[in-house]
């Protein structure tokens, strides 16, 4: 989602990082939050931190760093360019698609409504918080397979984070890169590298180059 469907990375790294500084980790960036917690779980961000920190995180960490991102929404939550498009074109295709997230369920839900996407996902978007293990752990995307009715080996991931990129390898799926982000400005070939290492097939930067990067030609027909 964040990413790759919603421009929202930047203003989630800030976030994170800023709640992290008031926590007792006064160094803190953004840039650092993106580089080493890209794509993974709430929950192991906290459990990272914990242990930078020696202790606990405080009372209402979690819901505190939500806050914080939820009062940046306030600006506007642009969707990355082409999304609607996309998912218009998949529909027609007969495509199911649906949402597999580190975030929180209340995180997604928030996220889809201020950025206008929320209709295209009901009863299809599934979160960390939903399964065992978040990303790289295979867990949600496995999950999402699951409720969709769709074995692993025929679904296609489209992933902006390393950690996502093995999780959906490690599911069974083929997994798409995406630099698209503006959180990725000027980083787009670093970051593309990056994914690839982590197994991804194909990496694009622009949302008019992922139905082809996604879907199979004898699935294509009529489509467009």
């Known amino acids: 989602m ?17 709640e992290i500084r008031a926590s007792g980790l006064p160094d ?12 993974v779980s709430l929950s192991q ?9 020696g202790h606990p995180c405080p009372p209402g960490f979690t819901d505190r760093m939500e806050e ?17 498009g996309l998912l218009a074109v998949l529909d027609k295709a007969g495509i199911a698609v649906a949402i597999a997230s580190g975030a929180s369920v209340r995180r997604l839900a928030r996220t889809l409504d201020h950025a206008g996407l929320a209709g295209y996902f009901e009863g299809r978007r599934f979160s960390a918080d939903q399964v065992r293990h978040g990303k790289p752990a295979p867990d949600v995307f496995l999950l999402a397979a699951r409720e969709l009715g ?28 995406f630099v698209g982000g503006s959180h990725l400005a000027g980083l787009r070939k670093e970051h ?12 694009i930067d622009t949302l ?9 030609q004898e699935f294509q027909r009529g489509a467009r």
């Open 28 to 39: 803190v960036t953004a840039t650092e939050v993106g580089g080493k917690y890209l794509g």
């Open 68 to 84: 914080r991102l939820f009062a940046s929404y306030s600006a506007g939550l642009p969707q990355i360019d082409g999304v609607e």
């Open 208 to 216: 008019s180059q992922a139905f082809d990067a996604l879907i199979p």
């Open 2 to 18: 964040d990413g790759c469907l919603v421009d929202s990375e930047p203003l989630s790294l800030e976030a994170v990082a800023a």
């Open 192 to 203: 593309a590298a990056i994914l690839r290492e982590a197994g991804a097939d194909q990496v």
């Open 150 to 177: 769709v074995e692993p080996r025929h679904c296609a991931v489209l992933e902006d984070s390393p950690h996502g990129i093995r999780g959906a390898v490690a599911a069974g799926m083929r997994a798409v890169g």
């Open 45 to 53: 961000i906290v459990r990272d931190v914990e242990s930078r920190l």
